[in-house]
């Protein structure tokens, strides 16, 4: 069964940066692409980025291109989100899960709050 969990989160000032994790187990880590998924208080899931499963191909959602950055560590089941000038608008919830996956497979989230 997959399970995972995502660590990292925390208050930060506009402008901070963040890096969150993410440890899969149950599966096939490196076999799988991954994403990272957030969202905000009274708004649905967005999809903000997705790492192929041998971590060279990415993909970023336009609210955090140039901003974000994804990567792995297939060796420690690890999925990584570098997140630099941070701004109001990225406060949320963030969950990493394979792509499309539901939140029945999501892991207990990380919050993410960003304000002075």
């Known amino acids: 069964e997959m399970h995972l969990v995502e660590s990292g989160g925390g208050l930060v000032q506009p402008g901070g940066s963040l890096r969150l994790s993410c440890v899969g187990s149950g599966f096939a880590f490196g076999s799988q692409d991954m994403s990272w998924v957030r969202q905000a208080p009274g708004k649905g899931p967005e999809w903000i980025s997705v790492i192929k499963s041998d971590g060279v191909s990415t993909y970023y959602t336009d609210s955090v291109k140039g901003r974000f950055t994804i990567s792995r560590d297939n060796a420690k089941n690890t999925l990584y989100l570098q997140m630099k000038n941070l701004q109001p608008e990225d406060t949320a919830m963030y969950y990493c899960?394979?792509?499309?996956?539901?939140?029945?497979?999501w892991g207990q989230g990380t919050q993410v709050t960003v304000s002075s």
């Open positions: 899960a394979p792509p499309g996956y539901d939140s029945d497979h």
